[in-house]
């Protein structure tokens, strides 16, 4: 137990959910010590199950933080390539970076990491394009890619409201391309990019 608190980040999150688990495995050997197998056994399972949850939490965490690194990295990168930043891609990515770090400070680490990951080849496509129309094609490929991969993922158990969300954001990306709206087609391309990510990420 000592080599799995010290694996436990110091924060209010992970702390309260450690003080839970462990206090159920303490109770579960004090039930046992008193000839209480029963009562003792159901206690250790409830501690040994909210340990195995935080732990995936833990794992959730550390992804979540490679997949900003890995932002960060590439932002950099396609900075020193010359990149216009007032490239549509590059311009609407960078907005959304914000909405990233948010997610990873109210501890949605799974919504963080999945942002963070489209932002990031968002981010490259803006080193390969310049004009908004060709940007907003490489865009809308990426999105159909990632639709793929998404329902490949979920093919033994889809989810038919995220698939219609998705769904809905690329029609709104369409309307938008229809007007000229880059900005805007590349908004609602991005929003159908993170729920795809969401679920490969759950079908992982």
């Known amino acids: 137990m000592a080599n799995i ?29 008193e000839g209480r197998f029963e009562e003792a056994l159901k206690r250790r399972q409830e501690g040994q199950e909210e340990m195995q949850s935080l732990l995936n939490l833990v794992s959730e965490r550390e992804k979540a933080l490679a997949a900003k690194s890995q932002l960060a990295e590439t932002k950099s990168r396609v900075e020193a390539m010359g990149t216009d930043r007032g490239n549509v891609l590059y311009w609407v990515a960078g907005r959304h970076e914000r909405d990233a770090e948010d997610a990873l400070n109210k501890s949605d680490f799974s919504g963080s990491r999945a942002l963070s990951s489209v932002l990031e080849r968002v981010l490259r496509l803006s080193s390969q394009c310049r004009e908004p129309g060709n940007c907003l094609k490489v865009l809308a490929d990426l999105v159909e890619g990632m639709k793929k991969a998404a329902e490949k993922s979920a093919s033994a158990k889809p989810d038919p409201w995220l698939f219609n969300v998705a769904k809905e954001s690329e029609d709104e990306a369409q309307r938008a391309l229809a007007q000229n709206d880059y900005e805007g087609a590349a908004e609602a391309y991005i929003r159908a990019a993170f729920v795809y990510q969401k679920i490969i990420d759950q079908g992982t």
């Open 5 to 33: 608190k010290t694996a436990i980040p110091d924060e209010p999150v992970f702390s309260q959910r450690w003080d839970s688990a462990y206090q159920n495995i303490r109770e579960g050997q004090k039930l046992r010590e």
